[in-house]
């Protein structure tokens, strides 16, 4: 365990070296964006390394095994867990209940449902809007990839921005895996921009919050305005998955 805190440590104030650097190259305040170390299929002992090496901020994926997680460092009072996955809407009420941020809220549908469990439990649920902005039909949220066409949604989130119990902070978006960082860029100003937009469109919400970037392309994303990084691998180590079918997932 001592070997693996001190490796996590490096990792992750390098990491944020990192990210100062790119936020200064972009004449911005590193105060500005926080990082979220995803831990998602980690064992506990890796998470539990990730916090005595300073993290605060973690991302999970799968409600189910967040809250596990979330349970069994119940005495850790200063973590914050963010969730980022797609989330199901049988899952729904495990986010209401143990999550401080949902990044990935991709419909009207599962909105209605959160803000109904949220409602129940006399809380709001802060959240981001994940919007796809690469087009992929494998990603989630709502089809961002051809501007001339944003009008088409608005509808849905001037809806969304009614429900009381929900708190849109901003959006959030996965660009097209690339291997290299800077084709990732086009797809992180799209993102920007969107959010500028809709700002402009319904000044009334709160857009402050930009989550992007991830171990493969987070300072590229830092100097187009991320304010939240999502960054595992290279923080914590390759996730440890279960079995085939979940490495493919």
């Known amino acids: 365990m001592p070997d693996m805190v001190s490796s996590i440590r490096q990792n992750y104030r390098s990491t944020l070296d990192e990210i100062a650097t790119a936020a200064r190259k972009s004449n911005r305040d590193p105060k500005e964006i926080r990082l979220v170390v995803v831990t998602k299929s980690q064992p506990l002992e890796v998470v539990q390394a990730a916090l005595e090496a300073g993290v605060r901020i973690l991302g999970e994926n799968y409600p189910e095994e967040a809250v596990m997680k979330i349970q069994s460092l119940a005495g850790q009072s200063a973590v914050e867990w963010h969730m980022i996955g797609h989330v199901q809407s049988r899952k729904a009420r495990l986010v209401v209940d143990h999550f401080a941020l949902l990044h990935s809220l991709d419909s009207l ?54 429900l009381p119990h929900l708190q849109v902070h901003g959006l959030m978006t996965m660009p097209p895996l690339e291997t290299n960082p800077e084709d990732a860029r086009s797809f992180f100003q799209r993102l920007r921009r969107l959010r500028d937009r809709l700002a402009s469109q319904f000044p009334e919400a709160d857009w402050r919050e930009l989550s992007m970037g991830t171990s493969a392309d987070y300072t590229v994303a830092v100097e187009e305005g991320a304010t939240l990084v999502r960054v595992g691998t290279a923080i914590v180590g390759a996730r440890q998955y279960k079995s085939d079918m979940e490495r493919e997932a």
Do not use: T
């Not at 469990?117 to 949220?141: Q, T, Y």
């Open 109 to 162: 549908k599962l909105a209605q449902r959160l803000h109904r469990f949220a409602a129940e439990g006399n809380r709001v649920l802060p959240a981001l809007l994940e919007f796809n902005v690469g087009g992929e039909k494998s990603k989630a949220g709502w089809d961002a990839s051809d501007e001339q066409q944003w009008n088409r949604f608005m509808p849905e989130i001037a809806e969304l921005l009614e």
